[in-house]
């Protein structure tokens, strides 16, 4: 069976006390995130890490507070969830290639992955059996990434201790909508164990 990884935007400014739009709890991901990304190395396992790569007066940032804007550190993820040869997918039209890539980085100025032009087009070259989402935030960027796939009628697994939410509260209604799509929910531990 061949799965894909989706890290959603495991990046400086989310993770981090000191990030720009610091998401509560997120650091404590970080060991979870590292042994996912890197399980993914260690076996062939297609990993997009989808990033916000904004400009510094993106619209966003009307109901925002101003995050990851390209070329600042808080924009970046930590050296511990980068793999080797990998490539970047902006937002843009162009043509990236991404055949030998360790790590597809596919950029994104809001929240819903699919708003890069080149998401369908990633897809069909992947042609995974299987998905398996993590990262943050859980009610914004990992919701809109799970739903997305889920249309695609391939099962979608959701690393439930691999997600932080920006209110806990929205936390167990995310999970209830979309397991109600059809997403399963499994653990770090769980997947690495395979
Ligand atoms: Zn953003």
């Not at 981090?16 to 991901?29: D, M, R, S, W």
């Not at 070329?71 to 290639?97: E, H, M, N």
């Not at 032009?117 to 995974?128: D, I, M, N, W």
Request: a negative charge.
């Amino acid at each position: 069976m061949r799965t894909v990884f989706f890290d959603i935007d495991t990046q400086i400014d989310f993770l981090f006390p000191a990030g720009a739009l610091y998401v509560p709890g997120a650091e404590t991901l970080m060991p979870a995130l590292s042994r996912l990304n890197h399980y993914a190395a260690a076996h062939g396992i297609p990993l997009i890490s989808t990033t916000c790569a904004h400009a510094e007066d993106d619209p966003e940032f009307r109901q925002w507070p101003a995050h990851c804007v390209l070329g600042t550190v808080g924009q970046q993820k930590p050296s511990d969830l980068l793999l080797g040869k990998r490539i970047v997918i902006p937002a843009a039209p162009g043509s990236f290639p991404v055949e030998g890539a360790g790590q597809i980085i596919l950029q994104k100025n809001q929240l819903d992955l699919t708003t890069n032009p080149h998401f369908s087009r990633l897809l069909e070259h992947l042609k995974a059996d299987a998905y398996f989402v993590y990262g943050v935030v859980t009610e914004y960027c990992v919701r809109l990434a799970a739903l997305a796939l889920l249309k695609t009628g391939k099962p979608v697994n959701l690393i439930t201790d691999a997600i932080q939410t920006l209110r806990a509260a929205d936390s167990g209604q995310t999970i209830t909508e979309c397991t109600g799509a059809g997403a399963r929910l499994t653990t770090a531990a769980e997947v690495c164990a395979q």
